[in-house]
């Protein structure tokens, strides 16, 4: 892709939003000031000053959901240009607290990327050197950072945190990480970027969420709606002189071991040969990318041979999706390679600030949260959505915990997709 292209597709990218439009000035500003009145009621635990300081947000989502929000402690993997994105906004939006978890040193090249940091940083923890200015952005917020190894930490770890985030990490990483959060029966996300191209996946495991609207005529069923989805409870209230229901709805997960290779599309994809000629080829190159760099030590293909083994790579996921041969050109799969270890602002934006809204609306429980990967193509200028998940079960039924939970002794290790149980530290 030459300068020109480049430009041209960054100037899109400000100029336009990818996702559906939704109010996002909260997570972009700073917080209101203090002095400012609000028309809402402290609840307790939460004071009359947060209720002013809170008070645009709490307009959009209410009183409820900033106190969970205020009370949620998230866990952040990877200190990187994506990472900078969601630190900021979700300390802006107010949680309790944001554990930073990164051993690595800031170096020239993350200079050109990251906003929380300048060149006196280069050399020290990347972690350590955004913790001051993440605090600037809002004081009530506690920012931990934990310099350790994250490979060195034992599913006990992850058990402490309400969210669990891990941005641009190998994706055994993120296969380990996602196991270990299932045992603690936590939210899990994560997120990677490579240019103009990105991700965003969720195992939310099984997530509840209520939905207000106007009570209709016709009787809102109990049951499932979509494979993920169900409705499992409804209840009715008078408001304003009006009948609103409050709709319970489940969105059931599976994991990064799955959604990430052997999950294939949604039925509703696999029997319209439309739909699947939409479907963004970035999601076959990723999905080559990451057996590419799991089979070769976490490097990026690089050589000849390097590039040839991902071509066949790529052309076999997209088969294994169902995906026509014509939409995985040449072209693509160039433009692919060419911005593998790259960091863009505006993408890194983009997918930052919609993986930080998605997590605190998961914490707010009010609307339906990401169903599992979103693929970020920056060539099209689009973001797609799509449910990978394998046949057979989903959501708390997928992954059990471990042998000793199961004999009523919690154990510490890490329980393999095959499902036996490793006692020893996390091996990554």
């Not at 107010?94 to 800031?106: A, F, M, N, Q, R």
């Not at 299932?182 to 991700?199: E, L, S, T």
């Amino acid at each position: 892709m030459n300068s020109a292209q480049q430009q041209a597709n960054i100037e899109k990218l400000t100029a336009q939003p990818v996702f559906p439009a939704q109010d996002l000035s909260i997570h972009r500003d700073a917080p209101a000031p203090l002095a400012e009145k609000s028309q809402f009621p402290a609840p307790t635990g939460i004071s009359a000053d947060e209720i002013a300081l809170y008070d645009r947000q709490i307009r959009l989502w209410g009183v409820q959901a900033q106190e969970k929000i205020r009370n949620a402690k998230v866990l952040l993997i990877s200190m990187k240009a994506l990472a900078n994105e969601i630190a900021k906004n979700l300390v802006l939006a107010g949680i309790h607290s944001l554990t930073i978890v990164d051993h690595e040193p800031v170096t020239a090249n993350d200079l050109g990327s990251q906003f929380f940091i300048s060149e006196p940083d280069v050399g020290t923890n990347r972690g350590e050197a955004a913790a001051p200015q993440i605090r600037k952005l809002n004081p009530r917020v506690k920012v931990i950072v934990d310099q350790t190894d994250i490979r060195m930490r034992g599913p006990d770890y992850f058990g402490a945190f309400d969210v669990v985030i891990a941005t641009d990490l190998h994706p055994d990483s993120l296969n380990i990480i996602n196991t270990a959060t299932r045992i603690n029966h936590k939210p899990f996300y994560a997120a990677g970027v490579h240019g103009f191209y990105g991700f965003i996946f969720s195992d939310l495991i099984q997530h509840d969420y209520v939905v207000e609207r106007e009570k209709s005529n016709r009787a809102t069923a109990i049951g499932p709606e979509t494979r993920t989805r169900s409705i499992v409870d409804v209840q009715v209230k008078k408001e304003s002189g009006k009948n609103v229901e409050m709709v319970t709805k489940r969105e059931s997960y599976s994991t990064w071991f799955l959604a990430s290779d052997a999950a294939t599309l949604p039925a509703e994809f696999l029997k319209s040969k439309r739909r699947l000629k939409a479907v963004t080829p970035v999601l076959s190159c990723l999905r080559a990318l990451w057996e590419f760099v799991q089979f070769n030590d976490g490097r990026m293909p690089s050589t000849t041979e390097d590039l040839k083994m991902f071509t066949v790579l790529a052309t076999q996921k997209h088969k294994a999706l169902g995906l026509p041969d014509e939409t995985l050109k040449s072209e693509v799969l160039r433009k692919f390679l060419q911005n593998l270890g790259s960091e863009i602002a505006p993408v890194t934006a983009v997918l930052g600030g919609q993986l930080a809204q998605d997590v605190i609306n998961v914490l707010g429980a009010r609307q339906q949260p990401i169903q599992n990967m979103i693929i970020f193509d920056g060539d099209s200028m689009e973001a797609p959505s799509y449910a990978l998940h394998p046949e057979g079960l989903l959501g708390e039924a997928l992954l059990p915990l471990s042998v000793g939970a199961e004999n009523g002794v919690m154990m510490d290790g890490i329980l393999p997709i095959d499902g036996s149980f490793q006692p020893e530290i996390i091996q990554f």
